[in-house]
């Protein structure tokens, strides 16, 4: 059994493991000059917070994880911004999650 999920609508918790969703790529337009998420049939063009959350979306690094590394990266990060962008991703099937 595959413990991996999407969620729509339900709150991150921080022992999840988020990972992109196998039809979602995450790459460079150079174009745009942007961080960008390939999906079939569209393309999500990402701020470079964006681009940083997803990055350690390994399905290694918990969401609690990705906040410290986020943490000691730039001043501060704020916990439910990252808990939000998640859950929005989730909702658009982006990305799935293992429980921590």
């Known amino acids: 059994m595959d413990s991996t999920r999407t969620r729509s609508g339900v709150g991150v918790s921080g022992s999840d ?12 337009c150079r174009r745009r000059q942007r961080p960008i998420l390939q999906l079939p049939e569209t393309v999500v063009v990402l701020n470079n917070s964006g681009a ?17 590394a986020l943490g000691a990266r730039y001043r501060t990060v704020p916990d439910d911004e990252v808990r939000r962008f998640l ?14």
């Open 52 to 68: 940083a959350i997803l990055e350690l979306c390994d399905g290694r690094h918990t969401v609690a994880e990705i906040v410290a």
């Open 17 to 28: 493991r988020p990972r992109l969703a196998r039809h979602v790529r995450m790459s460079f």
């Open 87 to 100: 859950t929005h991703l989730a909702a658009r099937r982006c990305v799935e999650f293992a429980d921590g």
